[in-house]
């Protein structure tokens, strides 16, 4: 039915888990076999093609007779994948969230993620220099991963048609005309209802809690050279991303 592409702490577990509580939906988040085709080295286009339909096949077989949709929640560094993906499943709407950058910097220092620790991931996935990368502080290699996420999302919208850019600000009410006007699914009146109610709890790593915004808490809490670096790296892609979601809203793009 759709793709959700994201930056990363910036509210695509909200809206996994808000597809999922749709009876009619299965939802794959981040599921690491797909991750592992897309990264594969040595192999040609056409093979890894294969290689992702029949993983995506395999995990998305029916688990109720009520199942009707597919969603796939990537990894924040597949968005350079995206058109490979879209040649694969033409047609199909995606989605790319992103955030205040600051925000997004202050919630990896508290728990980084996998891509924002040097090392456990080629650093030539975002597009950056071994050696570069060895006279990086652990924020400089992050801001340069979420500037080239970011960089390659904007790019990608420019030049691929059926995607859509959601600031974490808009969700989760942004939910239901997103689903209506972009991945047209219409929703009965029980999904709508469970969909609203697990709006309002944030569950992550086994815990939940009710959901609110916590992004005048982050911002406040950035010292001085994590915004002075946010800044200097992030601002200037996090409001390209603004401007082109203000001028486009939920309309597709050319390719």
């Known amino acids: 039915t759709g793709f959700i592409f994201h930056m990363s702490r910036c509210g695509s577990t909200l809206v996994a888990q808000m597809l999922a509580a749709s009876e009619k939906n299965i939802v794959l988040a981040e599921a690491s076999p797909i991750d592992d085709v897309l990264r594969i080295e040595g192999i040609e286009e056409e093979q ?12 998305a077989q029916k688990r ?14 597949s968005i350079y994948h995206l058109p490979f993906i879209l040649k694969l499943f033409p047609g199909l709407p995606w989605m790319f969230l992103y955030r205040d950058p600051i925000e997004v ?11 924002m620790v040097p090392g456990l991931l080629p650093s030539e996935v975002f597009g ?5 990368v060895k006279n990086m502080s652990f924020n400089e290699y992050g801001a340069n991963v979420l500037y080239s996420i970011c960089s390659n ?12 850019l959601i600031n974490y600000l808009q969700l989760p009410e942004v939910m ?26 944030y569950s992550k790593d086994g815990l ?3 959901f609110k915004s916590d992004s005048e808490e ?8 994590l915004i002075e670096l946010t800044d200097l790296k992030l601002s200037p892609v996090y409001y390209r991303l603004e401007a082109m979601n203000a001028i486009s809203s939920i309309k597709g793009q050319s390719c």
Not at 48 to 59: D, K, P, Q, T, Y
Not at 65 to 75: A, G
Not at 218 to 225: H, L, P, T, V, Y
């Open 218 to 225: 982050k911002r406040n809490s950035a010292d001085e050279s």
């Open 153 to 164: 999302a904007s790019a990608n919208y420019e030049k691929c048609k059926n995607g859509v």
């Open 208 to 210: 939940s809690s009710i």
């Open 176 to 201: 239901s005309s997103l689903l209506s006007d972009h991945f047209k699914v219409k929703l009965n009146s029980e999904e709508s209802l469970a969909m609203l109610e697990t709006s309002k709890i």
């Open 105 to 115: 910097m202050v919630s990896h220092s508290r728990k980084m993620g996998m891509h």
């Open 48 to 59: 890894r093609g294969e290689l992702l339909r029949a993983v995506i096949n395999s995990l």
């Open 128 to 132: 950056l220099d071994a050696e570069q």
């Open 64 to 77: 109720h007779p009520e199942d009707e949709r597919l969603f796939i929640k990537f990894d924040s560094w």
